[in-house]
Each structure stands twice: as C-alpha cells, then as structure tokens.
C-alpha cells in the first residue's frame, strides 16, 4: 500500500473516515446523525464509483450525466414513498424547498421534451 501524503486528498478523507470510525465505537456520535452519515457516505462511494467507471473524454462524461439522473429518480422515489407513508410531513420545512424545485424542474423537463429548449 502506497503512504499518502498528508497534503493528498485521499489522507484527508481517510483521516476523516477514521475519525469518525472512532467516535461511532466511543458512542459519542449523535445516533440523530448516523442516518444522514450513512446517506451522504453511500451517496460519495457511488459517485466515486461512477467517476472510476466512466472514465476519460465525452463519453465518461455522458456516463457521469446518465447516473446523476438515475440517482435524481432513486432519490424523488424515495421521497415519494415517504410522503405517501407519511414518514415525511408538515413538520418537515424543507418540503417547501423541495416543492419548488420540484416544480421548476418538472417544468424544464416537460420543455426539453417538448422541444421548446
């Protein structure tokens, strides 16, 4: 195994990794915050993964772009499951957020396909 340097991105995400391998085995990592943790590490271990396997030049690229799509319909699937379960309500003011969103992209959608772009 080759030592990294510790001005290597991959030290700092190592050192960081460790340091919260660390705190999850003392306990004094908010169990609020291991869902989110989990998220946002399966979320970078798949874009590195698609950034591994799409390589180089226009078509690695059109790789990149055809998995941010796929996770973008995981991700509103999900949601739509948890407001239909109601999981997720009211209380969550980020909904708004996301409505809005919703709607503008649902709208930019709707025109690329119709061709109007």
Known sequence: MTRLDQHDP??????????????????????????????????ARLRVYAALSAGPGAQGEGVLFRFRLRRAVEICTNVLRDLEGETLGEHQRELLELRDTAQRLAERI?????GDA
């Open 10 to 43: 991959m030290f700092a995400i190592r050192a960081t990794l460790q340091a919260i391998d660390a705190r999850v085995q003392r306990g004094s990592f908010p169990e609020a915050g291991l869902a989110d943790l989990k998220s946002a590490l399966d979320d």
């Open 110 to 114: 709707s025109s690329l396909v119709r």
